[in-house]
């Protein structure tokens, strides 16, 4: 029984991939940041003893010696996945805040792993398209983007607002990584993952819909009406289902033609008004959705850039989910916080 580390077992990606871990017979201890945390995802699995899934709690990723006791285990460990790093934008010092932490925790478990756990074998990181992306392009329609393409931002210009300073954090803390395995030549490999808006089912403990992961707000900012007399730009226009995230993280563990690579996992585009028109078909009951005449939330009218994800297809295995069904299972999973 492979034993593995997952760090931020609360967060949205974290709880699919604890849960995909668990159903695949893998013993998981993961890491949260407090007390409450075990407690909500005890809940989640009463019947699963200490010996599938433990805790370890390290409440601040930013502190350099964080998870130093984390990497240690008995029996030891043979992988991890690097999940734990900021995604929210409610900030008062973008660096202090979202830089930070997301470069220390990254180095910080690097090295860690490399120190006091000689027997991980692969290491596998969520970064982001914000670590592909390159903004001064614009929708750029005359572009490909796949693992070959990086963010150029500074770091002037990542503090200008949270906004970039949370594209910043996973564009530094993932060259971190790579900077790490190149000039520490550890033992161990590392892949990482790169998906841009990830929506699906909610499966971690939230109290409120206000509690709800970044991307699957504006499904939530729907259902709730906020729409109705326009829909807002759609913004990053591709997607894919967390389900899907989960799925990678794993075979980026397992697969050993993963080592050492970037996987941009992601199943295409889609626009806000899509979404409106998947919602209002399959759940008639909401009255207050957008009409088809209703304006925004379309594509860009020039066209916007392409994907390639070849590599996540073939390497991973992937086979992505489509936007309806990943829409309609999250949907139902938000109706028990009042929707």
Known sequence: MTRVLLTGGSGFIAAHTLDFLLKHG????????????????????????????????????????AFDKAVISDPPFEG???????????VTDTKKDLIDPAVIGTTGILKAIKKSAPTVKRVVITSSFAAIINLTKGTWPEHTYSEADWNPITLEEAIVNPINGYRASKTFAEKAAWEFVE????????????????????????KSLDELNTSNERIRDALLGKMKDQIPDTGVCIWVDVRDVA???????????????????????FSNREICQIIRKNFPDYKNLPSDSTPGGDLPEGGVFKVNNTRSKDILGLKYKPLEACIVDTVKSLKPFGL
């Open 26 to 65: 893998y013993s998981v201890v993961t890491t949260v940041r407090n007390q409450e945390k075990v407690d909500n995802i005890r809940k989640v699995y009463p019947n699963v003893g200490k010996d599938k899934l433990d805790f370890v709690i390290v409440p601040d990723i930013s502190d350099p010696s």
């Open 80 to 90: 991890v996945l690097h999940t734990a790093s900021p995604f929210h934008f409610n």
């Open 183 to 206: 000039k520490e030549k550890p033992k161990f490999s590392i892949a990482t993952i790169n998906p841009p808006m990830v929506f699906g089912p909610v499966v971690h403990t939230i």
């Open 247 to 269: 799925a990678a993280h794993v075979a980026a563990m397992e697969v050993p033609d993963a080592a050492n690579k970037r996987f941009f996992v992601t199943e295409g585009h």
